[in-house]
């Protein structure tokens, strides 16, 4: 913290409670989340925004009337500036050389045909005795966006899905062969951006794990220096009748 004795917030300070239910928590949560995410090579990226879902810029997972309290928490934390900066930099970075690949992908050939026919041999096993899982739905009205769903899965390392997701039989069947062959579909001339997408995605889960362990660390030394709990107490609980309670 860069103030001055003078004005150095007391114990009990308010303020520096505002800081940690309204700003700390919130990211610290998030960013746990996302290191989960990161662990298992998962951006959540999705190919209709060209965004990740689940992985935000900082400013978004702040509510927008505790901005003002994220704004005093910056000018007094200055060190969190570059962090959020960074970690907001590794996120653009990310979504956009996924956004590179997605392209890649959906414009080969050698991987829109392999989907067709896997979708192809998909749909020649439905019937009451679907060797997949019975009464799997058909997947022949999306045949021309399967492929967009498929790269949205491998650009976000999908290994199994939960079983109410339309491609799910699909995906339990094939997920794993067209994890394999990414390489292959990249293309000799276009594997550095296969490359890269692996390289700006490793710097994101070092970046969210650093933030992480910094923001643990000054929710931990606020809480500390100015007696303050961890969590915003519950208000007490009134054990007067509701109708006693709005009679007076």
């Known amino acids: 913290m860069s103030t001055?004795?003078?004005?150095?917030?007391?114990?009990?300070?308010?303020?520096?409670?505002?800081?940690i239910y309204t700003v700390l928590n919130p990211l610290v949560d998030a960013i746990?989340?996302?290191?989960?995410?990161?662990?298992?090579?998962?951006?959540?990226?999705?190919?209709?925004?060209?965004?990740?879902e689940y992985i935000r810029p900082i400013q978004e997972y702040i509510e927008a009337h505790y901005s003002p309290n994220l704004e005093d928490f910056l000018a007094e934390n200055a060190e969190f500036v570059g962090k959020f900066?960074?970690?907001?930099?590794?996120?653009?970075?990310?979504e956009e050389q996924a956004s590179k690949f997605y392209d890649i992908l959906v414009g080969s050939s050698l991987f829109t045909g392999a989907v067709g026919e896997m979708l192809t041999e998909y749909e020649s096993a439905i019937g009451p005795s679907h060797p997949y899982i019975p009464n799997t739905p058909s997947l022949g009205s999306m045949k021309n966006d399967l492929p967009r769903y498929v790269a949205e899965n491998l650009i976000n390392n999908i290994a199994t899905m939960p079983t109410h997701y339309t491609i799910h039989a699909f995906w339990e069947r094939f997920g794993q062969v067209l994890r394999s062959r990414m390489p292959e579909f990249a293309g000799y001339k276009q594997r550095p951006s296969f490359q890269g997408l692996h390289t700006v995605m490793e710097n994101l889960k070092q970046t969210s794990a650093s933030l992480r362990k910094g923001l643990e660390e000054d929710r931990l030394r606020l809480c500390?220096?100015?007696?303050?709990?961890?969590?915003?107490?519950m208000a007490p609980q009134t054990t007067e009748p509701d109708a006693f309670r709005y009679l007076r």
Do not use: M, Y
């Open 4 to 19: 001055t004795p003078e004005t150095k917030p007391g114990r009990h300070s308010q303020r520096v409670a505002a800081w």
């Open 224 to 233: 500390r220096e100015f007696d303050l709990p961890a969590a915003q107490p």
């Open 32 to 52: 746990r989340n996302e290191t989960r995410l990161l662990e298992k090579a998962n951006i959540s990226w999705r190919c209709h925004t060209r965004r990740s």
């Open 85 to 94: 900066e960074e970690h907001d930099n590794a996120l653009r970075e990310t």
